[in-house]
Every structure is written in C-alpha cells, then in structure tokens.
T-cell receptor, first 114, second 111 residues
Framework: DGGITQSPKYLFRKEGQNVTLSCEQN?????MYWYRQDPGQGLRLIYY???????QKGDIAEGYSVSREKKESFPLTVTSAQKNPTAFYLC?????????????FGDGTRLSIL | QKEVEQNSGPLSVPEGAIASLNCTYS??????FFWYRQYSGKSPELIMF????GDKEDGRFTAQLNKASQYVSLLIRDSQPSDSATYLC???????????FGSGTRLSIRP
C-alpha cells in the first residue's frame, strides 16, 4: 500500500531537548512538506523540499530543522529554540512542487511538552 | 486580509440537506484549488480539486470555482452524519511553490 508514514504518533519533549519526527513515503513523490497545526487553526508551512538534498524554509521555520538525504525520507527536528512546540505536526508529499498536484498527508505526530 | 478565508462555523445542516461551504482567496493568479476534510484528531484527506471555472462533480460533492470573484465553494448533497468534520480550503499560489490553507469550516450534520 502506497502512503506516507509518520512516527511516532505521540511525542513528549523535555525542556532543552531536541526531538526528531520521522516521515517516510513510498509514493515516489519528489516534493515533501512539513506543516504545523494548532488547535482550531489551519496548517502553517514549516519547511518543504522539492528534491533530494534541497529544502526551503516555509512561513514558520524558526526553531526547526530538516534534512532530505533520501527521496523517501524527510525528518523534522524540533530544536530547543522552538519555545512553543506543542502542536499537531503533519507531513505531506506531492508528485512535484509546481503544477496542479495535490498534497497527500500522513497521519500526523502530536507533540507535547513535559 | 488573509490569503485564504473561510467562515470558521460551526455550520449546522440537517441530515439529507445540502451543505454549502465557501472560500475566498486573495491571489488573483492562483491556479489550483483543493478541498480537504479533516475529522477531529486526524489528518486532512483530499476530497476534491478544481482548476477551471465552473462546476466539478464527484458523487455527492460538487466544487464550484469563480476566478473572477476569487471564490471557490464545496457543496455536499444528501448530507450524512459522517460528513461532520472540518473542511479546509487550499489554494496553490501563483508562485506555484506553496499551497495556502484556510483555517477551515467546521460542519455539523444534525440527525
């Protein structure tokens, strides 16, 4: 079954700790994205990647970092610099960044502060 | 002005009626428009997309696009309790590298 797998489903962060959220896709999509969703809010773009070894900042990149070493994988690290990390994190992918391609989402990771 | 605006709701519709969800956008050069359904605590699920002016139908869902008025809507016919969810409107910007999401409209179908 083709899809996007995010892990873990729930994650807890201690003060001063960096945590990494995993996102893997087997859809052979070039483009991948990370969004943050706060309660009652829409999705805000953190980072996106058009191709392996390339990524761009989105609207709220401060306190986050990403890598794209493989086409299938786009992990997100929430660093200690992100002072309010509690949110629902969604990974998405699309065939390409440009054109009319829709994005498809993983099941999300819910991050909370301990 | 927000780039993509939706009425947050909740919109309450009786079972079997037509639910009408609306979305306006500010970027006149936008080309692609998407509707996602998001159940509480779950991730968004793509239900419709539309690129050309006019209507596009898929089962009980119809998407309507009016680029001159910068307006896109989603109609749900024969509304079912399972349609109760938040509906996110998303617009691909003219720069084409980003999709902008609205904050969503919460729809409640009452039996």
């Amino acid at each position: 079954d083709g899809g996007i797998t995010q892990s873990p489903k729930y994650l807890f962060r201690k003060e001063g700790q960096n945590v990494t959220l995993s996102c893997e896709q087997n859809l052979n999509h070039d483009a991948m994205y990370w969004y943050r969703q706060d309660p009652g809010q829409g999705l805000r773009l953190i980072y996106y990647s058009q191709i392996v070894n390339d990524f761009q900042k989105g609207d709220i990149a401060e306190g986050y970092s990403v890598s794209r070493e493989k086409k299938e994988s786009f992990p997100l690290t929430v660093t200690s610099a992100q002072k309010n990390p509690t949110a629902f994190y969604l990974c998405a992918s699309s065939v390409t960044v440009i054109g009319n391609q829709p994005q498809h989402f993983g099941d999300g990771t819910r991050l909370s502060i301990l | 002005q927000k780039e993509v605006e939706q009425n947050s709701g909740p919109l309450s519709v009786p079972e079997g009626a037509i639910a009408s969800l609306n979305c306006t956008y500010s970027d006149r050069g936008s080309q692609s428009f998407f509707w996602y359904r998001q159940y509480s605590g779950k991730s968004p699920e793509l239900i419709m997309f539309i690129y050309s002016n006019g209507d596009k139908e898929d089962g009980r869902f119809t998407a309507q696009l009016n680029k001159a008025s910068q307006y896109v809507s989603l109609l749900i016919r024969d509304s079912q309790p399972s349609d109760s969810a938040t509906y996110l409107c998303a617009v691909r910007s003219s720069s084409a590298s980003k999709i902008i999401f609205g904050s969503g409209t919460r729809l409640s179908i009452r039996p």
